[in-house]
């Protein structure tokens, strides 16, 4: 199965509840951090979910 790696790019300080919730379902603690999830359209919906704190790295 295709993978996709996902990078934290901003602090989840002060996001709502359910996107500090989408942030740790995800993998992702520490802003820089990256994690490599399945390629996967819930996993794609979690990510523009919280589009503006988190970048896919190719």
């Known amino acids: 199965m295709a ?3 996902v990078k934290q790019i901003k ?3 002060g996001a709502p509840i359910d ?3 989408t942030l ?3 993998g992702l603690r520490k802003i820089s951090q ?3 999830v ?3 359209p819930s996993i794609r ?3 523009r ?3 503006h704190l988190v970048t896919v790295v190719e």
Request: hydrophobic share 35%.
């Open 45 to 47: 919906g979690m990510i």
């Open 19 to 21: 996107q500090k919730r």
């Open 38 to 40: 399945d390629d996967t």
């Open 3 to 5: 993978t996709i790696k």
């Open 11 to 13: 602090s989840k300080i």
């Open 34 to 36: 990256i994690v490599e």
């Open 49 to 51: 979910k919280v589009h």
């Open 24 to 26: 740790s379902c995800l």
